[in-house]
């Protein structure tokens, strides 16, 4: 019975999270390398907020002072004052869009270099236990998320605040009373916003779970149409469907319903609150308390006044998504590597690739090990191979030679020195790998072979192109080395992207090569390549392969037959041939045949 | 707009919704029209000192209006709004519906991610068209029509100064927001650029880990986010401007009412409420201007995404159903006797033939084994018979007739295929296995049995209600081919085809499934795909592909003493199970 996995996936459907202080204050240090223009922001937004009320304060003057007392040249002074004020009022709000567009940026970049290059240096083991899918949700679209509130989200939400406060500082000193009288549809306003906000953030959490249903529903469908077609299950299917998209159609409708009722009432208290000042205020014209420019000058106020409020319940949800986002990526900045390096390390410089396995017992999983009390020592300029069926631990001598983890029990050692006591980097510096998967980035071939390092020249890359016999294809590129390679290299046939994996490894000239021979079949002509090549890559360097190929094996100092992870044969390919053990099954298992052909 | 007219047909089915939204909006609209009048004569008599009385009825009566106007908005959404996801329903479910019927060709072309964006981005620039964007034009057109002609009654000298600036409005918001799309679509680019690099790197993380490349691919990417954020920057600096730009123009107006309209009033011709009627006028003219400006960005966004729709949606289903007009064989009615005559197949656009002119008798309730390499065309032979794919050459008859001229439902009722990848739904345990027909405890019990999962269901606490999938538990390779298994046995087809569907099971569970499904298999007929000698062995029939072709056929003990290909995997295989031994 095979061992079984059952894993529970969390449900990332996080929809807001309460505001958690400790969180907001993290959140708010990102903040301080941009005092400076947050706090020339506030002021902007202050002054935006003061210049919108001085507005509707000046009409009353032009209509009660000078346009009843037919003073010509008053009005025109308080025409341009309106107009400068106008002006000026445009040109700050768009400096001040645009200023906190800039500080979000800025901050979002900070963000993301940091969190990019925290994930970039942690180790191997992370990425094998995490979807890279999520990760790179992280370092996206999580981070995104959190742009509003470094922008507009704090900076608008003062200037939402000094305007409301404005407001009421010139309607109470134009008429405390009328001010009073008018501000009473006020609680009707705000109760009503909230239990809208309320229904419409719950309708939208529903619309987005069920929006991420249908979309999930299409996208298996789409990945299993065969299944679907062969079992001729279209009907089923489609009506299935169709009660999926009529729920998202209903929900939908629901938040309709709820913005339907919601602009009309926020008109209704509008037109509530004018009614108030006209019946209110009109009646205090009439006793001659009240000019009717302050009427008028009240019924722009009563306008002005309604945008704040809805705004402000607004940034609240966006900050309540964000604290999700930020804790996310907080957990993910918190994460340490397992493997560090030494705090006083010994350079790397003079490896000559003597390695040195001492009893190296290693399990990825706690008690399940990997490898058992494995030894051996590799001497400078010797070529090893490492011959076993799969799962024998392999891959795995590759792993902890590299330090991508570190060993259980025993330790490792490259002249002498516990390789725990190196730099990774310096470490792997030495070291090239040729891994079976070849992986090709995005770019052109030449970017592929020297992984944009400027210390390769040309001239070495052109070396290696010519000793990986990789030179035939490129000329027969019209763009030569500059021809462009697509994501994972999916125009490249498997010789080729091997061919330039091995170029990439001969043009880093490392001290240690290792090298994990792919198995997929090639046609003949392409297979001669590989083996001319693989010649010239192992020649002159400590090589440690993973071997699949028969004439890479009788290439080899020395073979080591490992099964279930321990050494079970060591010796030359005579040696273990006579023998007639494992080694001389797997050999007729896996190169006999090709033994036969050659 | 051209593209557009598919939209006809669905607009059609709501025409009296959409008429009666169009009613609505509009007495909305005229309600809300007259409350500036209101406004105007009330501050007017505030002036001429009326009496008190009456203004309290211009109170309740600014109200009333108000009131009524926001309830005839309110019917507007309910009518309009609503239509608008009725469509956008009816046109995913065709876009759906479609999709169901289109051939394996045309997903071998298409990226699962493309058409996901058309059932969802696309489907939703329609819908904001249709909706927002009819409301909104419909509310411009009326709305500005009656402001104008109230206006020019009022004073048209005024009117016509006032206005200087609104049409300044509407392009320059037309203007702004083509701009903004522009940039927007380009920080979108930036964006998936920065994902893109971000996946290779976590992708390729090995590689860059042994090469030492970390310090250099930080750059790399620190240089793709700065690109991001000066494409967003540029974004901002376009954004920037939409809303100063919006109430200096009207502020302007306002402005120019006072002005004008004050020099009138000092010389009598004009009253202190006329300029408060036109600045609340101005007022409800500028969010029609600025509406008019996005409508035309919604038409400019529905265009191509409905263009991309109808693309799909005209697409043939390639394989052509032979209907009610073919031979008359049904699911029940079949036996089950395959005949390949001559058949060669290749995939459109290659050059290569996968199956060279094979010819193959499987006798009703005889099971054929096949082995051969990776890409002999082992699973294109028999992806033929069910017509995932039409033969390029020769014929497949299926009880003497041509399968081409039997009804596609019923020839695909007759075959129950277990396929190389097996592919199950986030659904329960249950209704995976019993994916056709009705729900039957007892027959579930008993093909789960039979493909050897029932002990392991057994263990899951919610037993064959168990969901699978991103919301349920993720099976084993293993569990996942016999769950395949049981829900083609479930469908009891006359034809079994296995496509190398016990790869990931152990060896001895696989005698024991072996052992069970040789029950199942008789009466049936049967094809077994396999690499592994064990499961094929007691096969009536075994063909070896190579290249296409079939180079060896017959059963077990003949291929062995043929010694040939057969007789080599077979060999390799003794060998590698005498190594696990060890």
């Known amino acids: 019975m095979s061992v079984h996995k059952i894993k529970y996936k969390k449900e990332e459907e996080a929809l807001g999270k309460a505001l958690d202080s400790q969180l907001f204050r993290r959140l708010l240090s990102y903040f301080k390398p941009y005092k400076l223009q947050i706090a020339f922001a506030t002021i902007l937004t202050i002054t935006i907020s003061a210049l919108a009320a001085v507005r509707p304060r000046l009409t009353p003057i032009a209509i009660d002072d000078k346009i009843a007392n037919k003073d010509l040249p008053g009005l025109q002074i308080i025409i341009i004052i309106l107009l400068g004020t106008l002006v000026l009022q445009g040109a700050i709000q768009y400096i001040m869009a645009y200023l906190t567009s800039w500080i979000g940026q800025k901050i979002i970049y900070d963000l993301r270099k940091k969190v990019f290059e925290h994930t970039i240096n942690l180790n191997l083991k992370f990425f094998d236990n995490n979807p890279i899918g999520r990760l790179v949700t992280r370092v996206t679209n999580d981070i995104e998320v959190l742009y509003e509130v470094f922008s507009s989200g704090l900076v608008t939400a003062f200037g939402d605040i000094f305007t409301i406060i404005w407001i009421l500082y010139f309607m109470f000193t134009l008429d405390w009373k009328l001010s009073l009288v008018t501000l009473s549809v006020l609680p009707i306003l705000v109760y009503a916003t909230s239990v809208f906000r309320k229904n419409v953030r719950s309708s939208y959490a529903r619309i987005r779970i069920l929006v991420a249903k249908m979309n999930s529903y299409i996208q298996e469908h789409i990945t299993g149409i065969s299944i679907v077609q062969l079992f001729v299950r279209e009907k089923k299917t489609v009506e299935e469907f169709e009660k999926i998209n009529r729920d998202h159609t209903e929900e939908n409708k629901k938040s309709i319903f709820y913005y339907a009722v919601f602009f009309p009432v926020v008109e209704l208290l509008g037109a509530v609150a004018v009614g108030l000042i006209i019946w209110y205020g009109g009646g205090q014209v009439f006793s001659s308390y009240i000019s009717v420019g302050v009427i008028i000058s009240f019924i722009q106020f009563t306008e002005m006044f309604f945008r704040p409020i809805r705004d402000l319940s607004e940034k609240y949800n966006i900050l309540q998504t964000a604290m999700a986002s930020s804790e996310r990526i907080f957990d993910l900045l918190d994460r340490k590597s397992p493997v560090v390096d030494p705090e006083y390390p010994v350079p790397a410089k003079d490896v000559k690739g003597n390695i040195d396995f001492k009893n190296v017992w290693f399990a990825y999983n706690e008690e399940d090990f990997v490898l058992k009390n494995v030894s051996f020592c590799i001497k400078e300029g010797e070529r090893i191979a490492f011959v076993g069926a799969t799962g024998a631990g392999k891959s795995t001598i590759i792993n902890l030679l590299c330090r991508f983890y570190d060993v259980t029990k025993g330790s490792i050692t490259v002249e002498n020195t516990d390789i725990r006591n190196f730099n990774q980097q310096d470490l792997r510096s030495n070291i090239a790998i040729v891994l079976q ?127 279930k992870g321990e050494i079970k044969e060591m010796g030359t390919h005579q040696q273990l041939l006579e023998n007639q053990g494992l080694y001389y099954k797997l050999y007729q298992l896996q190169y006999k045949e090709e033994f036969k052909n050659a | 707009m051209r593209d557009l007219i598919p939209l006809f047909p669905y607009l059609k089915k709501y025409k009296s919704k959409i008429f009666l939204g169009f009613l609505f909006v509009s007495v909305s609209i005229f309600l809300q029209s007259l409350y500036p009048l209101v406004i105007g004569n009330a501050i007017d008599d505030l002036i001429s000192k009326a009496n008190e009385e009456l203004l309290f009825k211009y109170a309740l009566l600014s109200v009333g209006i108000i009131l009524t106007g926001g309830f005839f908005l309110f019917l507007t959404r309910r009518t309009i709004i609503v239509a608008s996801r009725e469509i956008e329903n009816d046109l995913r479910n065709d876009f759906f519906a479609h999709l169901q019927k289109l051939p394996k060709n045309f997903y071998n072309e298409k990226t699962t991610g ?40 009022i004073n048209a000298e005024i009117a016509v100064i006032a206005l200087v600036p609104l049409p300044f409005i509407s392009y320059l918001v037309y203007s702004v927001m083509k701009r903004t799309y522009g940039r927007s679509m380009k920080v979108q680019e930036a964006f998936s650029a920065m994902t893109t690099k971000v996946q290779e790197n976590f992708a390729g993380i090995r590689v860059i880990k042994s090469y030492v490349r970390e310090k250099f691919e930080i750059e790399q990417f620190n240089k793709i986010s700065a690109d991001y954020q000066k494409k967003n920057l540029a974004l901002a600096r376009m954004q920037a401007y939409s809303f100063p730009m919006m109430f200096l123009l009207t502020g302007l107006s306002i402005i120019i009412v006072i002005y004008f309209g004050g020099m009138k009033v000092i010389n009598g011709t004009f009253t202190v409420g006329n300029i408060a009627e036109f600045v609340v006028y101005l007022g409800q003219l500028t969010f029609p201007m600025i509406a008019f400006g996005w409508v035309i960005s919604l038409v400019q966004r529905a265009a191509p995404a409905m263009k991309r729709i109808s693309t799909i949606m005209t697409t043939e289903p390639g394989i052509k159903d032979a209907g009610k007009s073919g031979i008359n064989l049904t699911a029940e009615s079949i036996r089950g006797e395959i005949e390949l005559r001559k058949v060669s197949f290749r995939y459109p656009k290659t050059e290569i033939d996968i199956l060279r002119k094979v010819d193959l008798k499987i006798p009703a309730g005889s099971t054929l084994g096949i082995i051969g390499y990776t890409g002999s065309g082992k699973s294109t032979l028999i992806n033929l018979i069910p017509r995932v794919f039409d033969v390029t050459e020769g014929e497949i008859l299926i009880d003497g007739a041509d399968i081409r001229k039997i009804s596609l439902n019923e020839l695909r009722k007759s075959i129950g295929i277990v396929p190389q990848e097996s592919f199950l739904f986030s659904d329960t345990i249950a209704n995976n296995i019993a994916y056709t027909g009705e729900i039957s405890e007892e027959r579930i019990t008993d093909v789960s049995k039979k493909a050897g999962l029932y002990k392991d269901v057994n263990l899951f606490p919610e037993k064959f209600r168990t969901i699978l999938g991103e919301r349920g538990i993720t099976l084993s390779g293993g569990q996942k081919q016999r769950t395949s298994i049981a829900r083609a046995i479930y469908k009891e087809p006359k034809i079994l085809i296995l496509d190398d569907s016990l790869s990931a099971v152990d060896t001895s569970t696989e005698a024991e499934i072996l052992k069970e499904l040789k029950e199942v298999m008789k009466g049936r007929t049967s094809i077994i795909i396999s690499h592994r000698i064990s499961t094929l062995q007691n096969a009536d029939n075994i063909i070896v592909l190579d290249g296409g072709i079939i180079k060896e056929q017959g059963a077990h003990n003949d291929l062995i003493k043929l010694e040939g290909i057969y007789y080599n995997i077979y060999m390799k295989q003794l060998l590698e199970e005498e190594i696990k031994e060890i």
């Open chain 1, 437 to 563: 998967d070849v992986f090709l980035f995005s770019g052109d071939i030449k970017s592929n072979i020297d992984l944009g390092n400027d210390l390769i020249s040309n001239a070495t890359i052109d070396e290696s192109v010519r000793n990986t016999g990789l030179d035939d294809f490129i000329n027969s590129l019209p763009e030569g080395i500059s021809h462009k390679v697509n994501e994972r290299g999916s125009t490249l046939s498997v010789g080729q992207k091997q061919l330039i994996s091995f170029a990439r490894a001969l043009a880093y000239n490392p001290k240690i090569l290792i090298l994990d021979e792919a198995t997929s079949s090639v046609d003949t002509e392409t297979e001669l390549l590989i083996q001319e090549a693989i010649k010239k890559l192992i020649e002159g360097r400590t090589s440690i392969i993973i071997a699949h190929r028969l004439s890479t094996i009788q290439s080899c100092d020395k073979i080591i037959v490992l099964h």
């Open chain 2, 114 to 153: 493309d058409l996901m964006a058309h059932a969802t981005n696309d489907i939703n620039n329609v819908r904001n068209f249709l909706g927002p964007g009819i409301m909104y034009s419909v509310q411009t057109v009326l709305r500005t029509i009656i402001t104008l002609i109230i206006l020019f009654s």
